[in-house]
Each structure stands twice: as C-alpha cells, then as structure tokens.
Nanobody, 123 residues
Framework: QLQASGGGLVQAGGSLRLSCAAS????????MGWFRQAPGKEREFVAV???????YYLDSVKGRFTISRDNAKNTVYLQMNNLKPGDTAVYYC???????????????????WGQGTLVTVSS
C-alpha cells in the first residue's frame, strides 16, 4: 500500500514536499514514481527513482523538483520548489518492482498506486 501526503495550497514561487509511505512491500527493491493529473488532462509522469537511486524527471520540472527515497523509512519524497500555477494537479505516487528503462514514465506500467494528494499553486 502507498499513502501520499503533503499537498496543499501555495503561492507561485513557493515550495512543498510530498511524501509517500509504503507498506507491505520490499520497498528498497521497488522503483518509485510520482505522477500528476490536472483537471481534464491525462495522468502525467513527473519523476522516478529506481532502487539504485538513479532519477529521471519531466523536463518542465528539472531543476525545481527533487525526488528522493529513504529506504529505512519506506518513504519516497518529492521536494517541489519554485512552484508554478501549471504544477497544479493531484499528485500520485506509484511503485513497481520490475520496470525497464523505457517504461519508467508510463503510468500503465506501474502496479501500485497511492490515493493522490492535491497541490494547488495560486498566481
């Protein structure tokens, strides 16, 4: 199970840190991803961290967002800085134990999903 938290309302330029706590899995073996879905849009890849801690990002968040993991706490984080109104969305964490490189940004490839946390960025 995945439990996401940390969303909220923030002004443009502000920061938020999302957390996703995992249970019932060998967390350190899983690839962990963050996706987001804005109203009327499809779910979009944001960032991913592999079990090796290699990370990948959506181009538009590079330099502003940082994904990290704490295997001792079974938790993945998404630090979001310099937030923009276009970042407004419900953010979901996801996990999968066997993704290949070409599938890391594919939401359909992930087996486990959290419930989502809403991030609203006002202008």
């Amino acid at each position: 199970q995945l439990q996401a938290s940390g969303g909220g309302l923030v002004q443009a330029g502000g920061s938020l840190r999302l957390s996703c706590a995992a249970s019932g899995m060998s967390f350190n073996r899983y690839t962990m991803g963050w996706f987001r879905q804005a109203p009327g849009k499809e779910r979009e890849f944001v960032a991913v961290i592999r079990s090796s801690s290699i990370t990948y990002y959506l181009d538009s968040v590079k330099g502003r967002f940082t994904i990290s993991r704490d295997n001792a706490k079974n938790t993945v984080y998404l630090q979001m800085n310099n937030l923009k109104p276009g970042d407004t969305a419900v953010y979901y964490c996801a996990a999968d134990g066997g993704l290949i490189l070409s599938s890391l940004s594919d939401a359909h490839a992930y087996d486990y999903w959290g419930q989502g946390t809403l991030v609203t960025v006002s202008s």
